[in-house]
């Protein structure tokens, strides 16, 4: 039997007492029948961000997982680090419930977990345990089990969880992801909106993936120096209007992501060997970025958040630029300003701001109506009339402007190719996969309809090999073993596969990045959800096992095209990137549906389908190539891959235009 201050057995390196004493008791007391009904019904499952350092190098993010029944601890477990992602959390608290469950020899009815998108992964994970999981924000007994667990470590007890880390690698980012945001971390501390906006002044911004955040811009106190993104708009005045930071923050119900800065000097050794060997771009030797969650899965971030989080910090300093007359016109007069509604050119986000006025004192509706507004007040009495209430004349008063700023932006603008900012708003928010927006994509093709697209051939035929074998043999590096290379190869027999594959070594065969097709199709399937990495194998989803099916081609082109251009890096695999070329993707795909009828050449299709704001953020080629070779290699090549496009040799360069699928599979509504 362990002693309380023997080592752990768990291997932590902790003692007993202070590890796993406590869930091996709790444990033999389930096993015992020491827990009620409910807790032998329903288990509760989190992992919670720990707030303590381990000496480990491979552990700057530690994480317990944690299983409870009616209070009770019944499995903990740290983990040095965890990965954001909703599939990698709902993994490691699958792994906890089947350790819980070995050691009582028993699975519950029912596991509880608190955000609805690890719910969703842990379902499937937990196949054939017969186990149903629910999600609830508020689980019973979590909370303070995870104070009492957090101050047993040293540290404050936070609800919910707080998440940071000793070193970048511990948030399971791509490298090539952290390098973007430490460029664009730089570029917004150098432009330091906060010299021109209050952290009250926090707008609604709305990605063109469709994702919302309200953004906080910290630093007009300057004692923090940074940017907060709230999914619940409702938890930022919960924060301003707290009598104490830590309540405020304590009160938020939604996720939050944020981004501030750091003396160099202060960081601790993990962080600094890492800036290091990764050599990332810094505005400053005070300008090191700092990451912090709070109430997200497993206290981590996700690579969509990370998205978002980058093209928020390159876009508000633009925001703030633009309407910096109000921003300021508001902070001097503490009266509530026009309704701004303001979409970035270059990324496509989309910023909406009201005012301030709730967060400040209740004032009257004299002193409320700035003095511009205030010319409009006798026509609106008048209109009214004198026993008008305050809210019919606020309500009026922005209907009004709202007209205004509607008529600008519905007229044609000669920058926007004699489209209006109206019908290129709709375009950039689109939601592909909705039927009658600005973009609409036909999901009822048939595969013979489809059978120029080598795009949906391969992942075909990865779907149907990945179905015959019950999964696909996984590398360490994450890749697909040779074995299943070749007869992925094999299978599609296509010409540039069969080249490829020819003129590799022999001796070991093709590793999966060395026939980049096949590579590709595998990111892409993964990334639209049709496969998922676990553990050895990539396995089918039941999204991908549906798709997989002939009569269901159409639905299946209809994804991957979506995930291609939306959720996937265009750039992936690239020398540079050019992610303002991505974020305005609609409005190229509808301008091609106007002018690529004809054979035109790169540069031409570059000219009269790309927005002015995008090809002024072109990156700098170091003149190796030009913007028209970016664009036929990632799009126009792309759109050639998936049968949309024909392509030819020209007298002087190569030369493209519409193939008969594009009408057939592409529609545009209100686009002229």
């Given at each position: 039997?362990?002693?309380?201050?023997?080592?752990?057995?768990?291997?932590?390196?902790?003692?007993?007492?202070?590890?796993?004493?406590e869930a091996?008791r709790?444990?033999?007391?389930?096993?015992?029948?020491?827990?009620?009904?409910?807790?032998?019904?329903?288990?509760?499952?989190?992992?919670?961000?720990?707030?303590?350092?381990?000496?480990?190098?491979?552990?700057?993010?530690?994480?317990?997982?944690?299983?409870?029944?009616?209070?009770?601890?019944?499995?903990?477990?740290?983990?040095?680090?965890?990965?954001?992602?909703?599939?990698?959390?709902a993994d490691a608290?699958?792994?906890?419930?089947?350790?819980?469950?070995?050691?009582?020899?028993?699975?519950?009815?029912?596991?509880?977990?608190?955000?609805?998108?690890?719910?969703?992964?842990?379902?499937?994970?937990?196949?054939?345990?017969?186990?149903?999981?629910r999600?609830d924000?508020?689980?019973?007994?979590?909370?303070?089990?995870?104070?009492?667990?957090?101050?047993?470590?040293?540290?404050?007890g936070?609800?919910?969880?707080v998440?940071?880390?000793?070193?970048?690698?511990?948030?399971?980012?791509?490298?090539?992801?952290?390098a973007r945001?430490?460029?664009?971390?730089?570029?917004?501390?150098?432009?330091a909106?906060?010299?021109?906006m209050?952290?009250?002044?926090?707008?609604?911004?709305?990605?063109?993936s469709?994702?919302?955040?309200?953004?906080?811009?910290m630093?007009?106190a300057e004692?923090?120096?940074?940017?907060?993104l709230?999914?619940?708009?409702?938890?930022?005045?919960?924060?301003?209007?707290?009598?104490?930071?830590?309540?405020?923050?304590?009160?938020?119900?939604g996720r939050?992501?944020?981004?501030?800065?750091d003396?160099?000097?202060?960081?601790?050794?993990k962080?600094?060997?890492?800036l290091?060997?990764?050599?990332?771009?810094?505005?400053?030797?005070?300008?090191?970025?700092?990451?912090?969650t709070?109430?997200?899965?497993?206290?981590?971030?996700?690579?969509?958040?990370?998205?978002?989080?980058?093209?928020?910090?390159?876009?508000?300093?633009?925001?703030?630029?633009?309407?910096?007359?109000?921003?300021?016109?508001?902070?001097?007069?503490?009266?509530?300003s026009?309704?701004?509604?303001?979409?970035?050119?270059?990324?496509?986000?989309?910023?909406?701001?009201?005012?301030?006025?709730?967060?400040?004192?209740p004032?009257?509706?004299?002193?409320?109506?700035?003095?511009?507004?205030r010319?409009?007040?006798?026509?609106?009495?008048?209109?009214?009339?004198?026993?008008?209430?305050?809210?019919?004349?606020?309500?009026?008063?922005?209907?009004?402007?709202?007209?205004?700023?509607?008529?600008?932006?519905?007229?044609?603008?000669?920058?926007?190719?004699?489209?209006?900012?109206?019908?290129?708003?709709?375009?950039?928010?689109?939601?592909?996969?909705?039927?009658?927006?600005?973009?609409e994509?036909?999901?009822?093709?048939?595969?013979?309809?489809?059978?120029?697209?080598?795009?949906?051939?391969?992942?075909?035929a990865?779907l149907?090999?990945?179905?015959?074998?019950?999964?696909l043999?996984?590398?360490?590096?994450?890749?697909l073993?040779?074995?299943?290379?070749?007869q992925?190869?094999e299978?599609?027999?296509?010409?540039?596969?069969?080249a490829?594959?020819?003129?590799?070594?022999?001796?070991?065969?093709?590793?999966?990045?060395?026939v980049?097709?096949?590579?590709?199709?595998?990111v892409?399937s993964?990334?639209?959800?049709?496969?998922?990495?676990?553990?050895?194998?990539?396995e089918?989803?039941?999204k991908?096992?549906?798709?997989?099916?002939p009569?269901?081609?159409?639905?299946?082109?209809?994804?991957?095209?979506?995930?291609c251009?939306r959720?996937?890096?265009?750039?992936?695999?690239?020398?540079?990137?050019?992610?303002?070329?991505?974020?305005?993707?609609?409005?190229?795909?509808?301008?091609?549906?106007?002018?690529?009828?004809?054979?035109?050449e790169?540069?031409?299709?570059?000219?009269?389908?790309?927005?002015?704001?995008?090809m002024?953020?072109?990156?700098?080629?170091?003149?190796?190539?030009d913007?028209g070779?970016?664009?036929?290699?990632?799009?126009?090549?792309?759109?050639?891959?998936?049968?949309?496009?024909?392509?030819?040799?020209?007298?002087?360069?190569?030369?493209?235009?519409?193939?008969?699928?594009?009408?057939?599979?592409?529609?545009?509504?209100?686009?002229?």
């Amino acid at each position: 039997m362990t002693a309380r201050n023997d080592p752990c057995p768990c291997g932590s390196g902790r003692k007993y007492k202070r590890c796993c004493m406590e869930a091996d008791r709790a444990a033999e007391a389930a096993a015992a029948g020491d827990v009620g009904e409910e807790g032998r019904r329903v288990w509760v499952a989190d992992a919670v961000p720990l707030p303590v350092a381990i000496d480990e190098e491979d552990s700057p993010r530690p994480v317990v997982t944690l299983v409870l029944a009616d209070g009770l601890i019944l499995h903990q477990n740290i983990l040095g680090r965890l990965a954001g992602e909703a599939d990698a959390v709902a993994d490691a608290l699958a792994d906890a419930v089947v350790e819980a469950a070995k050691r009582l020899g028993w699975y519950p009815e029912a596991v509880i977990v608190r955000h609805e998108e690890v719910a969703a992964a842990l379902g499937p994970a937990l196949a054939g345990k017969e186990v149903d999981v629910r999600c609830d924000a508020s689980p019973p007994h979590l909370e303070s089990a995870v104070r009492s667990l957090v101050e047993a470590f040293g540290g404050y007890g936070i609800w919910p969880p707080v998440g940071r880390s000793e070193a970048w690698r511990g948030w399971g980012l791509p490298s090539e992801l952290v390098a973007r945001l430490f460029e664009v971390a730089a570029g917004f501390y150098r432009a330091a909106p906060w010299r021109g906006m209050l952290n009250e002044q926090a707008p609604r911004a709305t990605l063109p993936s469709g994702r919302q955040w309200t953004a906080c811009v910290m630093g007009n106190a300057e004692e923090v120096f940074g940017l907060a993104l709230y999914s619940e708009p409702e938890d930022v005045v919960s924060l301003f209007t707290a009598d104490s930071l830590a309540p405020g923050f304590e009160s938020i119900r939604g996720r939050m992501v944020s981004l501030t800065y750091d003396p160099v000097a202060q960081l601790g050794p993990k962080a600094r060997k890492e800036l290091a060997l990764a050599r990332w771009k810094l505005a400053g030797p005070a300008a090191y970025p700092d990451l912090m969650t709070g109430n997200t899965p497993g206290g981590g971030v996700s690579r969509e958040d990370v998205r978002d989080l980058i093209a928020l910090l390159d876009a508000l300093p633009r925001f703030r630029e633009a309407n910096a007359a109000l921003l300021e016109e508001e902070q001097e007069t503490e009266l509530p300003s026009e309704p701004i509604d303001w979409t970035d050119p270059r990324t496509g986000v989309r910023f909406e701001y009201e005012s301030m006025e709730e967060l400040l004192e209740p004032a009257t509706i004299a002193d409320e109506i700035g003095a511009e507004v205030r010319a409009m007040l006798p026509e609106i009495e008048a209109a009214l009339g004198p026993d008008a209430s305050y809210d019919q004349v606020v309500n009026e008063i922005n209907e009004r402007l709202r007209a205004k700023m509607d008529t600008h932006n519905r007229k044609p603008l000669a920058e926007l190719f004699g489209h209006t900012p109206h019908e290129v708003q709709r375009l950039l928010s689109a939601d592909w996969s909705a039927k009658g927006g600005a973009i609409e994509l036909n999901g009822a093709l048939s595969l013979s309809d489809l059978a120029g697209s080598e795009v949906l051939e391969r992942a075909r035929a990865l779907l149907s090999l990945a179905a015959a074998a019950n999964g696909l043999g996984r590398t360490q590096a994450g890749n697909l073993q040779v074995a299943v290379v070749r007869q992925l190869i094999e299978r599609v027999g296509l010409s540039g596969l069969a080249a490829a594959y020819a003129d590799l070594p022999t001796v070991r065969g093709p590793r999966e990045q060395e026939v980049w097709p096949v590579h590709e199709v595998r990111v892409l399937s993964e990334r639209a959800g049709l496969l998922r990495a676990r553990k050895a194998r990539f396995e089918l989803t039941k999204k991908g096992r549906d798709l997989a099916a002939p009569d269901r081609a159409g639905e299946l082109f209809a994804r991957l095209f979506e995930t291609c251009f939306r959720r996937f890096n265009i750039f992936y695999g690239g020398y540079m990137e050019w992610p303002e070329l991505q974020y305005q993707m609609a409005f190229t795909l509808m301008r091609l549906s106007r002018v690529g009828r004809d054979w035109l050449e790169a540069e031409d299709l570059l000219d009269e389908t790309v927005l002015p704001a995008a090809m002024e953020a072109l990156p700098d080629t170091r003149g190796f190539v030009d913007g028209g070779w970016l664009f036929r290699r990632h799009v126009l090549r792309r759109l050639e891959s998936f049968g949309l496009l024909e392509h030819r040799e020209g007298e002087a360069a190569d030369e493209y235009r519409l193939a008969p699928l594009f009408d057939r599979f592409l529609s545009f509504a209100d686009a002229g």
